[in-house]
């Protein structure tokens, strides 16, 4: 019998603006990764406040899903993929996020993916909003500061669940909402965007214009329009089930020094719990008014919010599992290095990625357990994989056994979950083909299955080409997750499928 339930959602994850270039095409407005640029881990990013002629944006092409989606689909569907994470690129449907109509052809362009999906077998698995705010609406409203937003993203939603009725019945609301427990979550969560062009990464550095007054208000809207989202998904087809997505922070304190002890719950709390608890409690934590007043932070909430968040509880919930994290109370310990939350501590029982970010599958069991304790609702890993880079081999083989490693491993821990008792509906891995990274804006940080030549300056004639690791995932998707053998037996039997896919 399978570790894993009968079921299992196996698959991949992605987001519009990492994947479907086409930026301003069939009526698709600008959306806030338009106006970032690339960087690389040594170089940040910088956010525009318009878009310069003649730089680099990455979302501008990416790797030009918007026209190849069927024949990426048809290679997920040859893994066998059971299920897909997209994202609905909000501007493409309204371009300027309140457009008196929406735009046809973007509402059709989905329509078309999802087709697509299940005649392959595929599953969707939506989420509405993946740091793809239209930009418009970051420029006259701020973003999410503003409580307008709320009544729109709503209104969006409605139209997606109507239009999709029948095509989709899983959705997540907003990615990684917790990001806007920190500075990152600024730009990407919430489209609060710097006074003039700005990094969006580098916050060694104090970041000026970042208010955390500004940020919690941003994500209380949040939470209001994710609620009204649930109800109103709930409502258009009893069917849909709407999950909330978390950036999994599983910290552990650095030492056993109670200080520590203390730090590393607290950032539990502010990191996890704190989003977790709305969503899936339907209530702010006990402990929400202390934080505020030592961040000097208060909510302005009207009245019928609460009993808004009580009734839009989520039916599932998802998050990202990259890393795992150590905190520490003793200036003088080495730091490490994060994606959303930047305040980490070396770990010295991990090893790192290329990127710096530690490799932990146990914290993923760990983070399950803790997660399905405390919520009691179905969880679903609906991101985990390794950003690296791979070197195409003279034959156009790429052996990325480090990546195979890493997954089989999370994999293995997720299976010990399970047995541990925790329901779990499925795993969709990250860039299940290479795609442009958020964080840093490169392509050479890949995570794909499926490889795509296309280079951090913009080079490349995206041709694909599947990875021995797309073989190694097949087999999981084929066994349900009971064959997750060493690839390197594997080798000489795929070698020859390496090479470029021809389009
Ligand atoms: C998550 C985001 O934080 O991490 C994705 O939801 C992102 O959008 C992923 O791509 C990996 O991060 P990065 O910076 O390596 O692309």
Redesign the pocket.
Known sequence: MSKFPDGFLWGG?L?AN?CEGAYLEDGKGLSVPDVIKGGTMDTPRMVTTTIHEGEYYPSHEAIDFYHRYKEDIALFGEMGFKCLRVSINWSRIFPTGEDEEPNQAGIDFYRSMFEEMHKNGIEPLVTLS??ELPFALAKKYGGWSNRKLIDLFVRYTKLCFTEYKGLVKLWITF??IN?LCAPFGNVMGAGIMPPEDNTLLDFSVKVEWDDEQRRYQALHHQFVASALAVKAAHEIDPENKVAC?I?SRAVYPYSCRPEDVLLAQKMERICNHYCGDVHARGAYPSWAPRLWEEKGVSIDMEPGDEQILAEGKVDFYTF?Y?KSSTVSTDPTVEAGTG??FYDDALNPYLKFSD?GWAIDPKGLRWYLNDMYDRYQIPLMVV?N?L?AADTVEEDGSIHDDYRIDYMREHVEQMAEAVHDGVDLMGYTM??PID??????GEMK?R?GFVYVDKHNDGSGDLRRAKKDSFFWFKKVCETNGEELQDPSSAHGVIRDSCVYLAR
């Not at 795609?435 to 840093?440: F, K, L, R, Y």
């Open positions: 994850a987001a990492q993946h740091y990615n990684e990001c997505m950036a990202s990259y994606n959303v990127w991101e994989g950003g990250w860039g795609i442009v990274s958020a964080g840093t940080k995570y």
